[in-house]
């Protein structure tokens, strides 16, 4: 770390931080800033590497012991570096505790942040007002751990665009979650991989609020502040390449108290729906569901000819339809929905026919089993069995063709 990434208050360019009083040590720590949203930008000051923001709200009993971690571990990853808090104008006045630590370390900033509130946008104004080639979020209640920032800072070489803190790699976890708050979150990322495949389907934790981005990746990039998941912002908004993921464990909180109410699910869901609906991705999400419908279609047509015109049996015609259907499906998104994202080698696209073929193999198992329950214990027509099984079992076959073959690929 060197002193030469803290430009002292009074050199900062930003006219609005010049306002708080310069007779106090502490106070002269705080940048005041309003609420309007500003660019991110390409230009950094070329000699910070790292500038992690640390968005709080009300967190004045955890924000001094984290910054004095976060400040050794970054220390010690020898990037030079810039410690942001953005703080809502706290009523217990966390900027304050923040200012009083930041007067005793070195490349720690306070911006103390009225007119706005939420934290998507606090983190994007923390970076706007950030002079690093790397930019980065942690959450300030010391639920994300700090030693993890050295994981994520390695991690960023110059392939990486970038890094995720994952709750959901081997060696991640959450401390202490029930069941209900588990199936939640499972939850809101099944319906994330259902929306945005080609977004969510990067990476294992697309709800995680602990990574590190490349300036360049969403300098330019148009991110919606009124965003809710600054991450998936980045994913589906940012240029963004290579992702890599380091496992974190997802602690307690200590002190205070979540600011996640149940408008955190619909404010998730209508974030979902913006970015499914931004012009750019849209244009897949039409072919990835135009596909489904002829591979459904393909389907029953070939099962209705083979088992009424042909009259082979029940559960042999489902099986060779549904095939059909399969194969249909990963060689449309190949050639098609997905072309030229893809990688286009000959390995590649065995290993997405094999998994399709598994992923999708399995559900026909299923829905076999499914056509023959209905007819046999619930008497239902073979072509009704067909069409009920063929309903119950596309969402789930929607949901795993693009998760285990597309992943990685953006539509
Ligand atoms: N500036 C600002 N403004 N900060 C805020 C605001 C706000 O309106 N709301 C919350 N924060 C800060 C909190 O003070 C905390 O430091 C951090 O954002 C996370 O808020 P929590 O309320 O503690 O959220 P959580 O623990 O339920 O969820 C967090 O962790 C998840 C797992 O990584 C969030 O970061 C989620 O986005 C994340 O998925
Ligand atoms: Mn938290």
Redesign the pocket.
């Known amino acids: 770390m060197t002193d030469d990434a803290v430009v002292p208050h009074s050199e900062h360019p930003d006219p609005a931080s010049d306002t708080t009083s310069d007779e106090d040590p502490v106070n002269a720590q705080v940048e005041q800033v309003g609420g309007r949203a500003l660019p991110i930008g390409t230009a950094g000051d070329s000699l910070t590497e790292v500038s992690l923001v ?6 004045a009993a955890n924000i001094g012991h984290l910054l004095c971690s976060l400040h050794a571990v970054l220390t010690r990853t020898g990037a030079a570096f810039e410690l942001i808090v ?3 104008d706290s009523p217990d006045r966390t900027w304050e505790v923040a200012a009083a630590v930041a007067s005793e370390l070195p490349g720690i900033r306070v911006l103390r ?1 009225t007119g706005a ?3 998507a946008t ?1 983190v994007i104004c923390g970076w706007a007002h950030a002079r690093g080639a790397v930019l980065g979020v942690i ?3 010391g ?2 751990p700090p030693e993890v920032v050295a994981d994520l800072v390695a991690a960023m070489d110059e392939r990486t665009d970038v890094a995720v803190a994952s ?1 959901h790699v081997p060696g991640g976890g959450v401390s202490n979650w029930s069941a209900i708050r588990r199936l939640l979150s499972r939850g809101a990322q099944a319906l994330g991989l259902l929306l945005l495949p080609g977004t969510v389907g990067r990476v294992t934790d697309p ?4 990574f590190l981005v490349r300036r360049d990746v969403v300098a330019t990039a148009d991110l919606d502040p009124v965003g809710y ?2 991450l998936l912002e980045v994913l589906a908004r940012g240029d963004v390449r290579r992702v890599a993921e380091r496992p974190y464990v ?1 602690l307690e ?1 200590a002190e ?1 108290e ?3 109410a149940a408008g955190h699910y619909v404010g998730y869901l209508r974030h979902l729906m913006r970015l499914r609906l931004h012009p750019l991705r849209s244009r897949a999400l039409v072919r990835y569901l135009l596909v489904t419908a002829v591979a459904l279609l393909a389907d029953a047509i070939v099962f209705l000819w083979i088992f009424d015109r042909q009259g082979w049996n029940l559960t042999r015609s489902a099986a060779i339809a549904g095939e059909v259907g399969i194969l249909l499906t990963v060689a449309l998104h190949d050639l098609w929905t997905f072309a030229g994202r893809a990688t286009r080698g000959t390995i590649d696209r065995i290993r997405r026919l094999l998994g399709v073929q598994i992923a999708l193999g399995t559900l026909l198992f299923g829905r076999l089993l499914a056509i023959n329950v209905l007819v046999n214990w619930f008497h239902l027509g073979p072509l009704a069995a067909f069409c009920v099984a063929l309903a119950a079992i596309t969402p789930a076959s929607y949901l795993l063709g693009s998760r285990l073959t597309w992943r990685g690929v953006r539509p």
């Open positions: 640390v968005p709080t709200f009300n967190e953005v703080d809502d942040r509130s939420g934290l606090a959450d300030g209640d639920q994300h709750r709800m995680s609020g602990f998941k600054i997802f909180r205070g979540s600011k996640v």
